[in-house]
């Protein structure tokens, strides 16, 4: 009865515990045969035989005990099996030793039967005792698997919350990038705008000043073929008067003023051509004087243009012998063109407020400053001029004053860029409120 | 006559001189030129309204040739001295505005100098 206990048990131990795989043979658990068949077949035996076949059931136990312990010693890297085995081989020992005695000397086993009774039930006491120690110690095996497989669940719970966080915060930083990349299209798409947007400005300021030139080129050739007409009349008849001479002298100014005109209209063109086309970034050696005076014409006929009621008295004062400057013309037209507008757009301001007495003029001067071997151009107005709080934000890209629509706020910023990157020069602006708006270039000669 | 031309392209007195060579030769018609309006107010101070006419540029910096038109009107409000309005092409708005402030006439630029004068000769 206490050996199908001990076997029943260990047996359900170790196919609980323990791997069970090796002891397959034709796809038969030989354990779980042992431990539900063979076992309680045995025990059946040894209840139902009683005494008259006792050494069976007893060769049974033993070779049952034998085989567990065979399976515990293969597995004894097992932490269980190893204290299942120190528990279990003494009584297997004091088993064996009874069962030996017992069969084969009777006599001895007669004079010593109370002691080796005694020995089996010590190393009974010692099973239980190391049995429930295992038995513990399987338990805390068990939590601490659990506590294993809890934290792998929580780690890989874990794992996968780091995961998908930074899927998230890759997605994030490639939206962010696509961002970035939009918003650089977008301010190259808002330069050329801006290129433009200041070259409308100029057409209607370049048709105007195209037509005057080219007025003066057919008037002057219509009526110069007038007096040579009458010139013609007159050396027909032969007689040639005061007249004649003063008709010379008209013709030879006339084919002055065509060549003149013609040749303003041309520089016009070519200039709204400069403006134009793409910035080639090709240095030249640029008259400002010449520039300066095209491009606030250019402004004012632009902005008249575009609305009727605008008007400004403009002042060039260009300085004698300066020197010409190692300059992109179009970038460096830009920028007059744009604080040409600026100071237009001011004094316009300023004037519809209908202050009496009130004059809005606009001046460009240019200054040679050869000890610095530069040139000074001033664009100043008698505008609105420019609140304290804003002067730091008027080169900011997008900062404008205008009402949404109508500046990109992109003209200071990209002028400032032309000048101080594009020229190696400076541009700044001196401000009275209410008063007046000074703008200065300083670019060096080369 | 007295024709007062206010124009700021200096050229144009060349051209009017030439153009009407044979009437200034003759004394019929006599030229006068502002290039701005401010001078044209000033020259116009030494005339006789009844015989001059004013020919006015309306695209000029400074004052405009409407600014002129409304200043003269403001003293004479009609007509002598006559005020003719030379509009860029396609101007309509500034064609209004000098109607609603009294210009006796309008030429479109580019001038047609026979035009002119028939309109002078009248």
């Given at each position: 009865?206490?050996?199908?206990?001990?076997?029943?048990?260990?047996?359900?131990?170790?196919?609980?515990?323990?791997?069970?795989?090796?002891?397959?043979?034709?796809?038969?658990?030989?354990?779980?045969?042992?431990?539900?068949?063979?076992?309680?077949c045995v025990m059946a035996f040894d209840v139902i035989l009683g005494d008259s076949m006792k050494l069976v059931a007893e060769t049974g136990w033993f070779i049952i005990l034998s085989y567990i312990l065979y399976v515990l010693y293969q597995q004894k890297e097992h932490i269980l099996s190893g204290s299942l085995l120190k528990a279990g081989l003494p009584y297997y020992a004091s088993y064996v030793l009874l069962f030996l005695i017992k069969y084969a000397l009777p006599s001895l086993y007669k004079t010593t039967e109370s002691y080796l009774d005694l020995l089996n039930i010590i190393t009974l006491v010692w099973l239980f005792a190391f049995g429930i120690s295992a038995k513990n110690q399987l338990n805390t095996l068990k939590r601490e698997k659990e506590q294993k497989e809890k934290v792998i669940h929580e780690n890989e719970a874990l794992e996968h919350l780091v995961r998908e966080r930074t899927n998230e915060i890759l997605q994030q930083k490639n939206q962010l990038e696509e961002t970035v990349e939009e918003l650089k299209q977008t301010q190259n798409q808002l330069i050329q705008q801006e290129k433009l947007a200041s070259l409308g400005e100029l057409t209607a300021g370049i048709a105007h000043e195209i037509?005057?030139?080219?007025?003066?080129?057919?008037?002057?050739?219509?009526?110069?073929?007038?007096?040579?007409?009458?010139?013609?009349e007159e050396l027909s008849t032969g007689h040639l008067s005061e007249n004649s001479s003063g008709i010379l002298e008209d013709l030879v100014q006339n084919l002055q003023k065509i060549s003149y005109h013609g040749k303003r209209a041309s520089g016009i063109v070519k200039n709204m051509l400069e403006h134009s086309r793409a910035s080639t970034g090709e240095r030249q050696q640029v008259d400002?004087?010449?520039?300066?005076?095209?491009?606030?014409?250019?402004?004012?006929?632009?902005?008249?243009?575009?609305?009727?009621?605008?008007n400004s008295d403009f002042k060039v004062w260009a300085a004698p012998a300066l020197p010409t400057v190692e300059a992109i013309p179009q970038d460096l037209g830009r920028v007059l063109l744009n604080?040409?507008?600026?100071?237009?757009?001011?004094?316009s301001r300023k004037a519809a407020e209908n202050i009496p007495g009130y004059k809005p003029l606009v001046t460009i001067a240019m200054e040679n400053l050869p000890a610095e071997e530069a040139v000074k151009i001033t664009v100043s107005d008698n505008g609105g001029g420019i609140p304290k709080e804003l002067k730091n934000k008027i080169f900011q890209p997008f900062f404008t004053t205008k009402p949404t629509g109508q500046g990109t706020g992109l003209g200071l910023s990209l002028s400032y860029d032309i000048i101080t990157k594009g020229h190696g020069g400076e541009l700044t602006v001196e401000s009275v409120e209410g008063e007046s708006t000074v703008f200065s270039i300083v670019l060096p000669v080369r | 006559m007295k024709i007062l031309v206010v124009d700021d392209e200096t050229d144009i007195k060349d051209l009017f001189l030439q153009k009407f060579r044979k009437e200034v030769r003759s004394g019929t018609m006599?030229?006068?030129?502002?290039?701005?309006?401010?001078?044209?107010?000033?020259?116009?101070?030494?005339?006789?309204?009844?015989?001059v006419l004013i020919l006015s540029d309306i695209n000029m910096p400074g004052m405009t040739g409407i600014e002129l038109l409304r200043k003269i009107r403001g003293k004479h409000p009609v007509a002598p001295p006559q005020v003719m309005m030379i509009t860029a092409y396609g101007d309509e708005a500034n064609r209004k505005a000098a109607t609603s402030l009294g210009a006796d006439d309008f030429l479109t630029k580019p001038l047609d100098f026979n035009e002119l004068k028939t309109k002078l000769l009248k």
């Open positions: 009865m206490l050996n199908f206990f001990i076997c029943f048990f260990a047996l359900s131990i170790i196919r609980k515990n323990l791997d069970t795989s090796p002891y397959f043979r034709n796809n038969l658990d030989v354990l779980r045969i042992l431990h539900l068949i063979v076992v309680p037509q005057n030139p080219l007025n003066f080129v057919n008037n002057f050739s219509e009526v110069s073929t007038e007096l040579l007409e009458e010139l013609k400002i004087n010449t520039l300066a005076e095209e491009y606030i014409k250019l402004s004012f006929h632009g902005l008249r243009a575009k609305d009727k009621s605008f604080l040409c507008n600026n100071a237009f757009y001011a004094v | 006599e030229f006068n030129f502002a290039t701005s309006g401010e001078e044209a107010l000033d020259l116009l101070k030494g005339y006789d309204p009844e015989s």
